[in-house]
């Protein structure tokens, strides 16, 4: 390897790239992993039970809607995740969905114990 006359051999410090990453940018992409894993999962969780309750048709086969429509629910959310602008914001999206699917499961009796399965 050819050494550099203007540093006598010594090669230079290391800068910073501009494009690095500080720890507080991972912090917040791993809290939207984490974000998009859990609450996307409760968020499809309780559309899957909402829809099993509401939609018009047999038992079993509102339970497989409700399941499939499931898939399309979690990368939905997993997408909001990631498009919103801050971590509160996707924070804040996905609890009131979450809250509104909780009132629509208990307005449609989804916590009433029946005394059978």
């Given at each position: 390897m050819a050494s550099d006359s203007r540093t006598g051999g010594i090669p230079p410090d290391p800068?910073?790239?501009p494009g690095a990453v500080g720890w507080s940018a991972r912090l917040a992409v791993a809290g939207r992993v984490?974000?998009?894993a859990f609450g996307g999962y409760g968020v499809a969780a309780l559309a899957t039970a909402l829809g099993a309750l509401v939609l018009?048709?047999?038992r079993a086969e509102a339970v497989t809607a409700a399941t499939e429509a499931s898939f399309a629910i979690?990368?939905?959310a997993v997408i909001f995740v990631f498009a919103a602008a801050t971590l509160i914001r996707a924070t804040l999206g996905i609890a009131a969905c979450a809250a509104i699917l909780t009132?629509?499961?208990w307005l449609a009796g989804?916590?009433?114990a029946t005394g059978h399965a």
């Open positions: 800068l910073p790239l984490g974000l998009a018009p048709l047999s979690m990368a939905g009132a629509g499961l989804g916590f009433a």
